[in-house]
């Protein structure tokens, strides 16, 4: 069973860092390309970040290019989201999501539990 | 960049009513559209991808179909448990979600 458990959310101020973690099993990571994606709160869906699988590829939302940093490491089976210079509307669940292809294609399953990552002072 | 207008942005039905869905894109987006289910509380889940493709184990209620820019969701007699937040989102370009709909009992 896939399965994709998200860590490192918490409470940071304004201008702050944090790093997001998702531990993959059940499926061969360094195989399938990965994404973040964000949901503020009552609000919809916002892609965030995406990854080849080798992470050669990487894309971001114009919204945190710049801040935001996505990585992998295939030895450890594990997705990370660097996060700088935090702001107020970073304030979401983030989750981690498999996608289909190897690259970021852009088809998103399964999706992991999400973390909440506040920001405020 | 391209833009996707979901509607309508929330919708009442009774069980039993065939419902619908539409997605815009603002440029042709060849088959590259999903549509994913949240309901309250859980994990988003993928329902259909490339346009009209069933995900395994996902009732055949579920529909969608379109081409280029207009694309549709249908669920043909909605149930109970179908009450959520639908979104299409679109991977022609950078991966782009719509507003979402959300669907509630009459």
Known sequence: EVQLLESGGGLVQPGGSLRLSCAASGFTFSSYAMTWVRQGPGKGLEWVSGISRTGGSR?????????????????????????????????AVY???????ILVRGVFDPWGQGTLVTVSS | ?????QSPSSLSASVGDRV???????????????????KQGKVPKLLIYDVSNLETGVPSRFSGSGSGTDFTFTISSLQPEDIATYYCQQYDNLPLFGQGTKLEIK
């Not at chain 1, 710049?66 to 989201?81: A, E, V």
């Not at chain 2, 619908?20 to 949240?38: F, G, H, V």
């Open chain 1, 95 to 101: 989750y981690c999501a498999k996608d289909r292809g």
């Open chain 2, 1 to 5: 960049d391209i833009q996707l207008t």
């Open chain 1, 59 to 91: 894309y971001y939302a114009d919204s945190v290019k710049g801040r935001f940093t996505i990585s992998r490491d295939n030895s450890k089976n594990t997705l990370y989201l660097q996060m700088n210079s935090l702001r107020a509307e970073d304030t």
């Open chain 2, 20 to 38: 619908t869905i539409t997605c815009q894109a603002s440029q042709d987006i060849p088959n590259y559209l999903n549509w994913y289910q949240q």
